[in-house]
């Protein structure tokens, strides 16, 4: 379907005002990381300790550094550690002129901590770590918003269609319940029982840092043996954590899609298409889901969007190297280059899920234009 002039107008006015809104938000995030003195706090802590081990190492036995050389050489190196952390300079200086190099993920991780979680070691940019966390949030917790949306989507106008029955109460029990307990108590619990009680899942995930460089490997040497038995692997290590978070989201997805089509279920027009006597598939698909597809849609690409931020305690919970105990291991050791990334690719990508959002009503609905 072709776009008129007032159409990418509007679709132009609406990309501007996101991508001002990403700015505002990156820039507020330096500000306020650099404005309470969180990230000094860390790096003096970080200084001391390094230098520390610095004065350890030089008054080691047999060492043939005199004590006022010692301390000239330990002065040196804490101030060599100041410039490098950028403690030398004002607050706004170091957190604002990181802003630019976010761009391009032009920053580097400051804090070995935050390698170590993703199996790494520093120097390492934050764009290259960001690009190995990813796939494994992916891996995660996004599949289980994909399995959830393929679920809840089809089935929740017939749950509304169906309302008062068996099935429709069924649903919302089962909402309720899975609303109640916070994902990553079911996570631990599933973990005891499957893990260390039935054996029948690891205890351990960080294993699938090795396995996805495996299927990198085995992907790029086109070795279709060691693909198959590495995505094995992979299922292995993956399939609980999947399991769990489509088992959490599953019952919000359906409650949530059942709640938007129970309006459109009493309209005149539904009640007239059950008098003719069509299908109960035909009267869904054509009477109710196609009405309800914009609020569906919007729920869908947003809940993806912010799959890829992760679940900071459920990833945590499995020791699950992603995006979310990136986040968590990034905010406790107070590596601020890494928070900025990280603020600014979710960010980013809900920004790109807003914008998709933006193009498809201005093609699915008229109304918009005016």
Known sequence: MPLDRRSLRIIAFRGLTLTFTLIVVVILTAIIVGATGYDEVILRAVINEQVRAYREELSRPGSQVSPEERERMVREY??????????DKPWYIRSLSNVPRLVTLDLYVTQEEVAGVLGLRRPLKVGDAIAVALPRTIIMI???????????????????????????????VYAAITNAFPVWWIAMLSI????????????????????????SDAIYSLNITN???????????????????????????????????????????????????????????????????????TFVILGLAGSIGGYIITETVFDWPGMGLLYYVAIYTGDSPTILALVYVTTLVYIIARFILEVLYVILDPRVKL
């Not at 804490?78 to 403690?87: E, M, N, P, Q």
């Not at 399995?147 to 109460?169: E, L, N, Q």
């Not at 997805?253 to 109960?280: C, F, H, M, P, T």
């Open 227 to 297: 693909i198959i038995l590495t995505f094995k692997d992979i299922l292995y290590y993956s399939y609980l954590p999947i399991l769990v978070v489509t088992f959490s989201l599953l019952g919000a997805w359906l409650y949530s899609a059942r709640a938007v089509a129970i309006r459109v279920v009493s309209e005149d027009y539904v009640a007239a298409a059950r008098a003719k006597g069509l299908s109960e598939s035909t009267i869904v698909r054509k009477y109710i889901l196609r009405v309800i597809a914009g609020p569906i849609l």
């Open 192 to 215: 005891f029982i499957f893990g260390f009680y039935l054996g029948l899942a690891p205890t351990s995930y960080r294993p699938i840092i090795a396995q996805i460089s495996k299927l």
């Open 78 to 87: 804490r101030d060599t550690l100041v410039r490098v952390y950028g403690l």
């Open 142 to 172: 996004t599949l289980a918003y994909v399995i959830s949306a393929f679920i809840s989507v089809p089935i929740g106008p017939y749950i509304a269609y169906k309302r008062g029955s068996v099935f429709d109460k069924s649903v919302i």
